[in-house]
């Protein structure tokens, strides 16, 4: 029965991914003391069976339990339970444990209650605070309405913009506020045919309110396991510069995408140089990290880094495919890039393969999960650990680029993608420096 | 005969009775053409060097050194082909290995080990064997013999004599273990003497279908000062007290091959020829329903597949000498061939039966309680120490109840823990057919639902994918 090898090889797999996919969704429960002792509990025990290290930093985990469980017992407030779990979480010294508040989940619950796929074909990129429309699909209903990128979503369906944006700003961890940016976008989708109100402020600043329909956004639905159906989107295109342009949405079903990014890749085989946005890709299946990385690295042996759980060290390994491409390779990232997306990122400029354009990426790297107390609250925990090739830790710092640009209102109203024309520029010049292979 | 006496390894013993000479002519002149009654009866103890080699005298088969009383102790310190003790003392017939420790020899173990002990046993041939006979007339190595029948012996002893010269020509018993009576047979090439008593030098052996030249390296006699001398070691000693107080656990070794019985036996694993299992895994909580196919048959051919919704399948295989894997996250490509570790990581059948020249050590460490199982822990290292695995044996069906290994994949070692939770007894063989998995905290439940043993697996099965064969050319020209 020699599958057994294979078996485990698929579960390290699977570890690398749902890690990833940490948003959480359940309904609301109401604040009662037992609810928040049995949330003490599970978040106690939790910390203890899952911390990738097993003596806890030398922390007497037992003696904190103790002492924290009647703190908890004789709170009068959701805030003071939240308080002192902060403050035993605080003692491990580590970056991404939080209790995320049962609120911050309000506009996540939402769409998920009223969760559907279709769209208005707009993708939205927080920029100064604002929810700013980074671009339209073609022939949306967006577009259809003269939404063009640049403007500013002032609100969705009645609900301000700015109210998430700011909670999202009070935040301390990066992944809750992620996760409260990534709310905005989803607050854009809905039931196909379902209306959607808009106020989108144009270019002059002048509020325009709009009303348009939703509709089958681009992509192919796909699934894996628990997560929802996500709507995957791959595209490729050759650029002016004759650079090659590709860019996917998740990393996910690598049954279809792989073979469409390795016919884009032979398509571009002449090309100077390849460009691969990232910019607001959360991730998705860990080791497809690894079958993208095989396919600009030739030399056996190499990896992107190192995942450390509790029972073990596992390697991101690159498998040199077949064929490799040999020219320039741009990665570009912002902080909607998370997990799968900083591991290839970080991994690809370690090895000094890949240069980086855009902004600090989400720093949400850990195989961390995150998971609904009873009483509401949300506990995002880690398992593992995870380290670069060259030693660098993604949590809570995320990849810094190469060359960091930012995108403006400004350029997005002009048409123009300043990450995108920075790689281009890259890729062209002569004497940019080389890459490796 | 003082060599043959000696370890239980190579042990045999005769007995007859025949209408030409009685017993008692045929032993008493081979006394004498050896030395005569006094020196036999002078010797006290002995102490043997002895080796065993291929019949082209290359490889070193066996090597020990084998100390032996009258009285019926004695202590064997073997060295090839393994580490290991093994003796009498006092009636308490032990043994120890460097693989699996100490271990007291009960029933026909024991009967053996006993009758085995004693040095110069045709010496004392009216105390053993007094209903010896001869049976007939037979050639060996050309010259008639007397076929002598040691009596009474549960090894089923029997010694041919030189009717012209009345030395021993051969002597032929058959040894009993756990993969069933093994005949066991020597031939006298030459002679030597020893302190005035003449004994055979070199032999022809044979152990089941084993054949080895056996010589004696050096003999001496009487110069065992101290009985203790041949007491048995410190672990066995150990072993005793423990049982004595009702702690004693049996040897690690004895459970493995009772595993190996219980699953059907060592001649059902050896039929083992193909293997076709498809069954589901399921990744619980994950939400996660993976098929999953696995076709094995000779020389490492194997090919496994596992369709993970949303991952694609995931393919494994090797023609027997190139090993793969294609998935479509990682594209195709050819990988190391790894060797069978003995820590139980595949059903092969190579791996079953042949764990112990797999592994380093073995031990018994406990028995405990697992899901309501009576269960003994045993430990298991494997040649590289720094491997393990623990298992546990169910006391009550004889079988593997649990494994907790580490499996080596390319991104590292994974911790793993399987629960052997159903097995389906096919072609003779038990076959787990529901695995409850723990790997690195992700619990999984592999139910298999056709489990097909010894049927024809069509070589293509086994054949390597295009696109591994074209990486393997590719690889083949860059080399040149």
Redesign the interface.
Known sequence: MRERRSIFYFVVVLLTTFSFVTDAGAQLTPKQSADALESFEVVWRTVRDRHPDPKLNGLNWQAIHDSTRPLIAKSSSMDEVRGVLTGMLAKLSASHYAIIPADVYKPVDMNNSRAGTASPGITPVVIDGKAVVGSVDPESPAARAGIRPGMVLESIDGAKVESTLKLAGELKDNEARRLVQRSVARSLNGPAGQPLRLDVADPSGAVKHLELERAEPRGKLVTFGNLPEQRLVFESRRLPSGAGYIRFNEFLDPVSLMPEFEAALKAFADAPGIILDLRGNPGGIGVMAMGIAGFFVDKPGLKLGEMKMRETTLKFVIFPRAETYGGRLAILVDEGSASTTEILAQGLQDLQRARVFGTRTAGAALPSDIVRLPDGDGFQYAQASYTSNKGRVLEGNGVTPDVEVRQTQGALLDGHDLVIEAAENWIVQPNAGAVRR | MPVLCVVSLFAGLPLLAAPLPSARSVLDRYIAATGGASAWNSKRTERDDIEGRSLDGNHVLLRATVAMTREGNSHSEIRVPEEAREGVYNGIAWAWTKLSGPRIKRGPDRDEAIHSAHMLEEGDWRRLYPQSRVDGIEKVGGSFCYKLRLLPSAEQKTEWFDVATGLLARRDSVTLSSNGAIPVSYTVESWKVHDGLKQPDAMLASRGDLKYRLRVLSLTYNELRDPEDIRYPAQVEGYLDAERAGKALPNAEEIIERHIFESGGISAWERLKS?R?TGT?E?I????Q?R?E?S?SGGGR?Y?V?D?????R?E?GSDGHVSW?R???????AKPR?NLTGLG????AAEVIGWRYLVGEVRTEARETIDGHDCYRVLVRGRDASKQAVRWYDRKTGLLYRTSV??P????????V?TYQAWRTVDGLKW?VQIQ?R????E?L?TADEVSLNSSIDDSVFELPE?IR??KT?EAESNQ
């Open positions: 293997q299992v895994l990744f909580t994950r939400n996660i993976a999953t696995a094995a194997f496994q596992i993970i919704p949303g991952l694609g995931q494994e894997e998935s479509p996250a990682l594209g195709a490509r790894r990581m595949t059903l092969d580490s499996y994949t390319d991104m590292g070692e994974v911790p793993a399987l787990p998995m790997v690195s905290g992700q999984m592999f696109e074209s990486l590719a």
